[in-house]
């Protein structure tokens, strides 16, 4: 009998992409990275073909610190670090807008801080110098030198105050001092030597009061500064400006600056002269609404206020208060002059104030996912602004970009996060704009992981992955074989694969997928799924006890296991061939077959196939009946289900009788006296085979049986 299985017929298709890319220019190499300053490192490179700039990063150890510069060429240098700490640093070549991987890192630490130095000179031939200890510091080296002359004088100590003795008396001198490290390496270095400040300008203050702001440059080793007016009012500050309120309208007067330190003043600046006026403009830092204020002026019966912006715009008004109101426009300049009338007419001269207005903040801001961890941001120019910083919240505020172009890459982010990402618009004159609003966008996914691959059944698979995504994401696996592609989709940490046809190769992937974008693809797997069912089983009795199975090679299989069950008996047996001789048959009993087939990896394929019964006749007996006629008797060990032939054969005789299912005998005419006659009785299946190999009983006519 021919058995074959119910298969499904799967239709598989390919899909072929093909990728164009442009690659990025070659990495670069540190030939040397060292630090002069305390707060900086320089970086020597090789300069690789078709790169138009570099990126110089530079990471703290702690990972509280990332920062990028950018330079045209090698050396370049990264500023705005820390005394005595040690940075990682790699370098990255550009070229229209795109990069090349990190260089190899290298390690660097930056030098010691200056000392503070303070100075102090008690008699006219000594001077005491004194200072903080510096971190990290193990001695230092103090040179004290006389300007205008050649002479010099280094002291070297552990200490923090070195005397200065045997000097001469009214003698300006400079003292150069530096720190070293443990490293043999030094530092900053500050030179203490108080000069006469010079006067660079000076301007009337807004308000309602009256006043001048004094403005000078710095000297070494000033510790204060004194501005004093050709009328004795002043003002000091530490700093390089300070303001001298109420000051007289209309008055012309001069300034000049002294510089102090613990060893008396300085000589005084050359005196400037100013003139103050009649009234004094303000606006407001943000745009809107701005005003225009003045002090009254005495018999004025009312004032005009001529306000022009720099694209031409003008606007006035005519009052009798002090102040006067406009609408204002970020990223513009606003000139502005004040006339008071009376009767007599109008005043013939107005001072002219200008006002720049903060820059508008950037607009069109858009945010795109150009690679898993990294964000580029563009916006529109707007007016005003001469500088643009981009930072995220993320990262604490970090200044990823700080560009006049209107694009910036944020890199080097983490997978699956959200950034609070602000363009903020800057100018030089007014600084930055802080009402910028940041725009939320989030990274793609953390890359998923296969954990492991498990067999549900022939065609099913479950992939069990790693879930290091919060929020909605999607995970999708793919097997790809060499003809066909599968794939499943998941919210959990797991996913099944299903109707894979048998004795396939796939390389199973998965990737998650959020409203952001997709992530990296995780490590592959490779996935063998279980041999094919053979197309057909056929069961052949050989014998009542005894059955031939024959079935055709099923792909991917190297090995067999077939069986048949029954309620009366099991048979198996194991084989690497295509066929199996089996025992143990008990006749007239129904079958199960069942078939596995094994790979030469372990994987396993369950087949079924439709049974069969057995078949036999025994125990057969003849007996002679009166009326010259044969009966011919038998009994069988199955259930009595199939109709049974007798064939009854000899030299001159040859008859057949057949008996219905049920009936245990058959009568037929007897053969002439003395011949020998050959007697098969045989069942006869539903579909009305006869079964061959039931055993002859042989009779002689007339005589006994055998």
């Known amino acids: ?48 073909a078709g790169a138009t700039n570099y990126l110089l990063r530079a990471e703290s150890r702690s990972g509280d610190f990332f920062s990028e510069t950018n330079v045209s060429s090698s050396p370049g240098t990264i500023r705005q670090l820390q005394p005595y700490t040690d940075y990682i640093l790699r370098v990255i070549s550009v070229n229209s807008g795109r990069r090349s991987q990190p260089s190899l890192a290298t390690e660097n630490r930056t030098v010691v801080m200056a000392p503070e130095l303070e100075t102090d000179a008690p008699t006219n031939n000594t001077i005491n110098v004194t200072w903080p200890r510096v971190e990290h510091a193990v001695f230092y080296t103090l040179c004290l030198f006389q300007q205008g002359s050649s002479t010099r004088l280094k002291r070297n100590t552990t200490d923090t105050m070195v005397v200065f003795d045997n000097l001469t008396p009214g003698t300006l001198y400079c003292i150069k001092g530096t720190a070293w490290d443990a490293e043999g390496r030094t530092g900053d270095d500050l030179t203490v030597c108080p000069s006469t400040p010079d006067v660079t300008h000076v301007q009337m203050t807004q308000g309602r009061s009256l006043g001048i702001a004094v403005y000078w440059l710095s000297v070494q080793g000033a510790r204060i500064y004194v501005a004093l007016t050709s009328n004795g009012k002043n003002c000091s500050s530490q700093s390089n400006h300070c303001f001298i309120i109420p000051a007289e309208c209309g008055q012309n007067r001069s300034v000049t600056v002294v510089a102090y330190n613990d060893a008396g003043p300085s000589s005084p600046s050359q005196p400037v002269t100013y003139i103050t006026c009649g009234y004094i403009t303000q606006t407001l830092p943000t745009a809107g609404n701005c005003s225009v204020m003045w002090d009254s002026v005495p018999l004025v019966e009312h004032y005009i206020t001529y306000i022009k912006r720099d694209d031409g715009a003008e606007h006035s008004c005519n009052t009798t208060e002090t102040t006067c109101q406009f609408f204002c426009m970020c990223g513009y300049t606003y000139l502005t002059s004040v006339f008071p009338h009376n009767q007599a007419g109008s005043s013939l001269f107005a001072h002219v104030r200008n006002y720049t207005t903060i820059p508008c903040c950037p607009h069109d801001v858009t945010i795109k996912l150009v690679s898993t961890e990294t964000l580029e941001i563009m916006w529109s120019p707007v007016k005003g602004s001469e500088l643009y910083k981009t930072t995220a919240a993320e990262t604490h505020e970090v200044i990823h970009c700080n560009d006049t172009s209107p694009v910036c890459a944020l890199s080097d982010l983490k997978c699956n996060t959200g950034y609070a990402v602000t363009v903020t618009s800057c100018c030089e004159l007014r600084g930055c704009n802080t009402t910028c609003k940041a725009q939320i966008h989030e990274t793609a996914p953390c890359t998923p992981e296969i954990m492991s691959l498990a067999q549900v059944n022939n065609s099913t698979y ?239 006519g007339g005589s006994q049986w055998r």
Request: aromatic share 10%; proline share 3%.
């Open 462 to 700: 479950k992939v069990l992955i790693t879930n290091p995504n919060t929020g909605d994401t999607n995970y999708t696996v793919t097997a790809t074989g060499r003809y066909d592609r599968h794939t499943c989709h998941s919210t959990n940490d797991y996913c099944e694969l299903t109707q894979l046809p048998c004795g396939k190769t796939y390389e199973v992937t998965v990737v998650a997928t959020s409203a952001a974008g997709k992530s990296l693809p995780g490590f592959s797997k490779i996935l063998e799924t279980g041999p094919c069912c053979p197309m057909y089983v056929n069961v052949t009795q050989v014998t009542q006890a005894m059955t031939n199975v024959t079935w055709s090679a099923g792909h991917g299989a190297r090995s067999y296991v077939v069986a048949l069950t029954s309620l009366r008996g099991h048979a198996s047996c194991h084989t690497l061939d295509t066929h199996c001789l089996m025992g143990c048959i008990t006749c007239g009993t129904n079958y199960s077959v069942y078939l596995e087939a094994i790979s030469s990896s372990g994987h396993k394929s369950e087949c079924l196939y439709k049974g069969f019964s057995s078949k036999s006749a025994h125990c057969v007996k003849l007996y002679r009946r009166s009326n010259n006629t044969l009966r011919v008797y038998w009994r069988s060990l199955g259930t009595q289900v199939y109709n049974h032939t007798v064939q009854l054969s000899g030299t001159r005789a040859n008859n057949t009788c057949t008996a219905a299912a049920g009936s245990m005998y058959c009568d037929m005419e007897e053969g002439p006296c003395g011949d020998v006659y050959t007697v098969v009785v045989a069942p006869v299946g539903h579909d009305g085979t006869i079964v061959v190999f039931c055993q002859a009983r042989w009779y002689s």
């Open 1 to 48: 009998n021919s058995f074959r299985p119910e298969r499904n017929t799967c239709f598989h298709f390919a899909i072929h992409l093909s990728v164009m890319c442009s690659l990025a220019p070659e990495v670069p190499s540190i030939e040397e990275a060292y630090s002069k300053k305390s707060d900086s490192i320089t970086v020597e490179f090789t300069e690789v």
